[in-house]
Structures are given as C-alpha cells and as structure tokens.
C-alpha cells in the first residue's frame, strides 16, 4: 500500500511560482511512475506531468510544457511539481498519482484506474 500527501499549494500572482511536493510513504516508491494531475472547477481532471522510474523519462501534458517541471527524489520518496509563468487558467486542486505504467501512459490513464492518489493541494493563481 502507497499513501500520498501533497503539498505546497498556495495562492500566487500570475507570472509566479510554486513548487508542490508529493511524498510516498511506503518502501516500493523506486517501483511506481508518479504523475500530476488537476482539477479545476466545472472541468474534468487534466493530466499535467509524470515521471519514470528511470528520472530521465518525463511527459507533459500540452497547456504545462516548458512551463513546469517534474522531478523525484528517491531518496526521500518525494515527486516534485516546479511551476513558473503560472497563469490564472492553471488555478486548480493538484493531484499526485504512483503507477506501474510508463509516463507516456499515465497520462491516458482514468483516474480512478490509477494504482495510488492523494488528496490533492489548491493552488490559485490570482490575475
């Protein structure tokens, strides 16, 4: 069993930045792909980014590229989310996600298919 807790949301102004953290609790967290997720009101939940086991794999979705970047820390069982440039359309509840699949999957993944999920940390970006 994996447990999720993020953090690191907040609200900033547009054209800021914001780092999110995810950690892991359990000692398989080498083994799982870990993606981002949100949410924003009124819209169905949108792949963001995920990374590989392997921290060289990595895929974004469109509206996020070369504005955010994923990373882990499998030292300390942690998946990071650096945002900059955020824009007000980014206002959203952030998900964290572990998966057995491939970064480039995960984001074609159901949520509720997905192996682990957290709860998830607002972040709204203020125009």
């Known amino acids: 069993q994996v447990q999720l807790v993020e953090s690191g949301g907040g609200l900033v102004q547009a054209g800021g930045s914001l780092r999110l953290s995810c950690v892991a609790s359990?000692?398989?967290?080498?083994?799982?792909?870990m993606g981002w997720f949100r949410q924003a009101p009124g819209k169905e939940r949108e792949f963001v980014a995920a990374?590989?086991?392997?921290?060289?794999?990595?895929h974004y979705g469109d509206s996020v590229q070369g504005r955010f970047t994923i990373s882990r820390d499998n030292i300390k069982n942690t998946v990071y989310l650096q945002m900059v440039g955020l824009k007000p359309e980014d206002t959203a509840v952030y998900y964290c996600?572990?998966?057995?699949?491939?970064?480039?999957?995960?984001?074609?993944?159901?949520?509720?298919?997905?192996?682990?999920r957290g709860q998830g940390t607002q972040v709204t970006v203020s125009s």
């Open positions: 996600a572990a998966d057995w699949a491939s970064p480039q999957r995960m984001g074609g993944i159901k949520w509720t298919s997905l192996n682990y």
């Open positions: 359990g000692r398989t967290f080498t083994t799982y792909s």
């Open positions: 990374i590989g086991t392997s921290v060289s794999s990595t």
